[in-house]
């Protein structure tokens, strides 16, 4: 059963550093997304990226936090300067619907991001 | 926006028993799907079962299933003949709007042997 795949399972960073969390969403997927989960609390949304770019973002995707495709496989989530409160769970996932966005999202595994 | 509202932080259940967890939203869409994740220790989000707002009939999956009402906001998730493997963290979400998947807080489900 094709799944979602993310890489690394742990990351721990130095504060300041910068990261980059990849994802290889289900090949014939056309939406994919980036969520976050800290520790004890409920998964928010990130970003969604369809056709080459951002459709939508939230408020705690800021200009410390950029995505892209780089080679139509990779899905990739950079964050440029680590802080602590940025250690978290995060996911990624891919939807199959073109027309609607939401209709069923396929979850990564997660990566675990641990900044100290 | 949506909101997604858990009420319930913690449920217990005997093995081999039945349990609901509550879920309740709001939003001012018409059109919506309903999710319930089963996040076991593990982390990963697995998808359990889903609802789409149109369907009248509630969905069912093997020993998991929803009562959906739509006019009350409400979607309780019930699971039938509890196994200890079914002990996680259970997500009501709400997909519909343009800005991802709107999940609750979740509630924690302990199988009691």
């Known amino acids: 059963e094709p799944e979602v795949t993310q890489t690394p399972s742990h990351q721990v960073t130095q504060m300041g550093q910068e990261v980059i969390l990849r994802c290889v969403p289900i090949?014939?997927?056309?939406?994919f997304y980036w969520y976050r989960q800290i520790l004890g609390q409920k998964v928010e949304f990130l970003v969604s990226?369809?056709?080459?770019?951002?459709?939508?973002k939230s408020e705690i995707f800021d200009d410390q936090f950029s995505v892209e495709r780089p080679d139509g496989s990779n899905f990739t989530l950079k964050i440029r300067s680590t802080k602590l409160e940025d250690s978290a769970m995060y996911f990624c996932a891919s939807c199959p619907s073109a027309g609607r966005m939401n209709t069923e999202a396929f979850f990564g595994q997660g990566t675990r991001l641990t900044v100290v | 926006a949506q909101t997604v509202t858990q009420s319930q932080p913690e449920m217990s259940v005997q093995e081999a028993e039945t349990v609901t967890l509550s879920c309740t939203y709001d939003?001012?869409?018409?059109?919506?799907?309903l999710f319930w994740y089963k996040q076991p220790p593990s982390r990963q989000m697995i998808l359990v079962i889903r609802q789409e707002a149109y369907k009248q009939q509630n969905a069912t999956e093997n020993r998991f299933s929803v009562n959906f009402q739509k006019a009350a906001k409400s979607f309780s998730l019930k699971i039938s003949d509890s196994q200890l493997g079914d002990a996680a963290m259970y997500f009501c979400?709400?997909?519909?709007?343009?800005?991802?998947?709107?999940f609750g807080k979740g509630t924690h489900l302990i199988i009691q042997p």
């Open positions: 990226f369809y056709n080459n770019e951002i459709s939508e």
């Open positions: 090949s014939n997927h056309l939406y």
């Open positions: 979400a709400f997909g519909g709007g343009a800005d991802g998947l709107t």
């Open positions: 939003t001012s869409e018409s059109d919506y799907y």
